[in-house]
Nanobody, 123 residues
Framework: QVQLVESGGGLVQTGESLRLSCLASGGTFSTYAMGWYRQAPGKQRELVAGISSGGSTNYADSVKGRFTISRDNAKNTVYLQMNNLKPEDTAVYYC?????????????????WGQGTQVTVSS
C-alpha cells in the first residue's frame, strides 16, 4: 500500500505564498499519477492540480497561473506551489495518489489519500 503525508499548510495573508509537500511511501512513486485536492467548508472536494507519471499537468481554472504542481521522483514527493493566495483558497488540501493500472479485464492498484493539511488565507 501507499502512505501519503502532507505538510506545509498554515495561515497566510492574501497575496502570500505557501508550498505544500506530499511524501509518498510504500510503492513505486514514479509510476503514479498524483494530485492535490481541496475541500472548503460547505463545499465538495475538488481537484486543484494533477500531474501524471509522465509529468503532464492540469489545473482547476480557479488556480491557473497561481499554483504549480511538480514532482520529485527521487524524493517520492509531490509539491504544490501556491502563489498569490486568496481567501477563496482556504481549505483542507489533500494529496492523492492513483496507482491503478489495467491488464486485460483486471484493474490493479488503488487510490490513496493523505490526511490533509489546512490552508487558511486571511483577508
Amino acid at each position: 500500500q501507499v502512505q501519503l503525508v502532507e505538510s506545509g499548510g498554515g495561515l497566510v495573508q492574501t497575496g502570500e505564498s505557501l508550498r505544500l509537500s506530499c511524501l509518498a511511501s510504500g510503492g513505486t512513486f514514479s509510476t503514479y499519477a498524483m494530485g492535490w485536492y481541496r475541500q472548503a467548508p460547505g463545499k465538495q472536494r475538488e481537484l486543484v492540480a494533477g500531474i501524471s507519471s509522465g509529468g503532464s499537468t492540469n489545473y482547476a481554472d480557479s488556480v491557473k497561473g497561481r499554483f504549480t504542481i511538480s514532482r520529485d521522483n527521487a524524493k517520492n514527493t509531490v509539491y504544490l506551489q501556491m502563489n498569490n493566495l486568496k481567501p477563496e483558497d482556504t481549505a483542507v488540501y489533500y494529496c492523492n495518489a492513483d496507482t491503478r493500472s489495467r491488464k486485460g479485464w483486471t484493474t490493479f492498484g488503488d487510490v490513496y489519500w493523505g490526511q490533509g493539511t489546512q490552508v487558511t488565507v486571511s483577508s
